[in-house]
C-alpha cells in the first residue's frame, strides 16, 4: 500500500500518518517527492483497509501496490532513480558506458585496458577479481590481489571501480577497495548475499540470471532495497534459448518491460548477451535504442591471451568505436553521453 499525502500537508501529518503505520504493527517508509510525500507501507500480510488510512489528516488516498515486488515499483515511485557511483550518475539523462576485462589477470593488463577505456570516454572500469566460473579447473579469479589491482588502477587512471561479490564475505572486501558491488547472473537469488548487499553503502549492479524472469529479477532487487540499500542498477545479460549462434539471447525486449513496471535504471551487457566480439557493437547500439541507460562491455588488448571470455572482448579500438556511436546515437533516444568523471586520487 501506497499513502499520497496531499500537497500541502504539514510534516506533523506526515508524522501522524507514520505512527499510525506502526501502531497497526507495519513498517513506514516516506517518500519525498518534488510535488507531495508519499509513505510506502510493508510488512502487511493480508490487504489493508484503505479506509483506515485515508481517514487520517492530510492523506490523499491509499493506493495499493498491486505488484509482488513493491519498493522498486513505479507505483511506489514514479520518478526514475538515480544511482550515483562515485560521481557517475546512472539512470539520469546521460548514459553510461563501463569497460574493462572480464577477470583481473595482472596490474599490465588492468592498467592496459583501462588506460584505453578511460581514453576511449568510457565511465567506470570493470572487472572481476572473484570469478564464477562454470568449471572448478577454468581461472577462478585473483582474489583479495586483484582488487588491490583495481584499486590501484582506479586511482592512477581515474574510473571508479564495479566488481563482483560471489558471497556475503566478498560484499566486505569489495567495499574495501571498490565503488559498486556486482552481482552476477549465477547469484541472482543467492539470498544471503542479496541482504548482505541491501546492507551495504555502496550501490549494487544486479545482473538478470539467465533464466530469470523480469518479476524475478524485480524480487531479486527488492530484497537489496528492502534491507536499506535503494541504489541498485540493472542489467540484462541475455538468457538461456534454444539458439546457437550467440552464447545467450540478449533480451532487448526486458529493457522496456522493466521500465514500465520499475524506477530503477538498467544497462545492457552485449558482451555476455552474445559471447562474440563481433555481435557486440550492434547489440549495444540495439540496447540503447531500446531504452538502456548505459551499457557494460568487456575490453582486452590481448583478448586471444585472457584468462576468460577473450572471445566475446572486443580490443580497445573498438571500444573506442563503440563509444563514439553511442555518442551519435543518444540524441535519438533524448539522452546524452555521461561527462568525463574523475576520481579523486587516493590520499
Ligand atoms: C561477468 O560480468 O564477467 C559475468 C560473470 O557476468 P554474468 O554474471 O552476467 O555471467
Ligand atoms: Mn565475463
Same mark, same amino acid.
Given at each position: ?25 507495519? =513498517?513506514?517508509? &516516506? ?11 510493508? $510488512? ?16 490523499? !488516498?491509499?493506493?495499493?501496490? =498491486? ?18 557511483? %562515485? ?12 569497460? #574493462?576485462?572480464? /577477470?583481473?589477470?595482472?596490474? !599490465?593488463?588492468?592498467? %592496459? ?6 581514453? %576511449? ?21 585473483? #582474489? ?20 563482483? /561479490?560471489?558471497?556475503?564475505? #566478498? ?12 552481482? #552476477? /547472473? ?32 524485480? @524480487? ?68 540503447? /535504442?531500446?531504452?538502456?541507460? $548505459? ?20 580490443? &580497445?579500438?573498438?571500444?573506442?568505436? @563503440?563509444? !563514439? ?14 561527462? &568525463? ?7
Amino acid at each position: 500500500m501506497l499513502v499520497v499525502m496531499k500537497k500541502d500537508a504539514t510534516q506533523e501529518q506526515i508524522d501522524h500518518v507514520i505512527e499510525a503505520i506502526g501502531r497497526l504493527g507495519l =513498517s513506514a517508509h &516516506p517518500i519525498p517527492g518534488a510535488q507531495r510525500t508519499a509513505i510506502g507501507i510493508t $510488512g502487511n500480510k493480508g490487504s489493508l483497509d484503505r479506509n483506515i488510512l485515508e481517514s487520517l489528516d492530510g492523506v490523499l !488516498e491509499a493506493i495499493p501496490v =498491486s505488484k509482488p515486488f513493491k519498493q522498486v515499483s513505479r507505483e511506489w515511485r514514479q520518478d526514475d532513480t538515480v544511482v550515483d557511483v %562515485a560521481g557517475v550518475k546512472i539512470g539520469g539523462p546521460h548514459l553510461v558506458l563501463i569497460g #574493462g576485462p572480464c /577477470a583481473v589477470e595482472s596490474l !599490465e593488463q588492468v592498467r %592496459a585496458v583501462a588506460r584505453a577505456v578511460k581514453a %576511449a570516454g568510457g565511465h567506470l572500469l570493470r572487472g572481476g577479481a572473484f570469478k564464477p566460473r562454470t568449471s572448478p579447473y577454468s581461472f577462478q579469479g585473483l #582474489g583479495e590481489e586483484g582488487l588491490r589491482i583495481l584499486a590501484q588502477v582506479r586511482d592512477e587512471v581515474g574510473l571508479p571501480v564495479v566488481t563482483e /561479490a560471489l558471497d556475503p564475505d #566478498g560484499v566486505g572486501l569489495v567495499e574495501t577497495y571498490a565503488d559498486m558491488i556486482q552481482i #552476477g /547472473a549465477r547469484n541472482m537469488q543467492n539470498f544471503s548475499l542479496l541482504k548482505r548487499a541491501g546492507k551495504s553503502r555502496l550501490p549494487v549492479l544486479l545482473k538478470r540470471g539467465m533464466s530469470a524472469t523480469i518479476d524475478e529479477l524485480l @524480487l531479486a532487487a527488492e530484497y537489496v532495497v528492502s534491507e536499506g540499500n535503494p541504489n541498485v542498477v540493472l542489467c540484462e545479460r541475455g538468457v538461456r534459448t534454444f539458439a546457437n549462434h550467440t552464447r545467450n539471447t540478449l533480451d532487448l525486449s526486458a529493457i522496456p518491460a522493466v521500465k514500465g513496471v520499475s524506477h530503477l535504471p538498467i544497462i545492457a551487457d552485449p558482451s555476455h548477451g552474445t559471447g562474440r566480439r563481433e555481435k557486440v557493437l550492434p547489440m549495444a547500439r540495439a540496447s540503447i /535504442a531500446a531504452g538502456a541507460d $548505459g551499457l557494460i562491455v568487456e575490453v582486452h588488448h590481448q583478448p586471444e591471451r585472457a584468462l576468460s571470455d577473450g572471445h566475446q572482448a572486443i580490443y &580497445p579500438d573498438m571500444f573506442a568505436d @563503440l563509444v !563514439e556511436q553511442i555518442r551519435r546515437l543518444a540524441p535519438v533516444v533524448d539522452r546524452d553521453m555521461h561527462p &568525463p568523471v574523475e576520481v579523486p586520487a587516493a590520499g
